[in-house]
């Protein structure tokens, strides 16, 4: 599953062939490595369940086109790429009060 991500500090966390820079946020697949990172508080996840296929090429040519706008190129990738609604929708609940009939 992709994600979206970046670090704490300067510095970059490698894990495989996955590379998050220490100057962007980067997309790269959840891995253990990386969940852990983000609970030593090393990694900052910016979005979960990104559409399946998304690469961090996708999010370069955002970050490229926001001139290294940070907030524009993570809003703007994330309303591309980011969650999708769910198929099945929870029902909605009818929350009005029952209302006894006179007979």
Not at 18 to 42: M, W
Not at 52 to 61: L, P, R
């Amino acid at each position: 599953m992709p994600i979206l991500v970046e670090t704490t500090g300067q510095f970059q966390l490698m894990d495989f062939h996955q590379l998050v820079p220490a100057h962007r946020p980067a997309v790269v697949e959840q891995t253990n490595l990386f969940s852990s990172r983000a609970l030593l508080g090393q990694l900052k996840i910016l979005a979960n369940d990104l559409k399946a296929g998304t690469t961090d090429k996708d999010f370069e040519a955002f970050w490229a086109e926001s001139g290294g706008d940070h907030a524009l190129a993570v809003e703007s990738f994330i309303a591309a790429f980011g969650p999708q609604p769910s198929p099945n929708p929870e029902p909605e609940l009818d929350l009005k009060p029952e209302t006894k009939k006179k007979v």
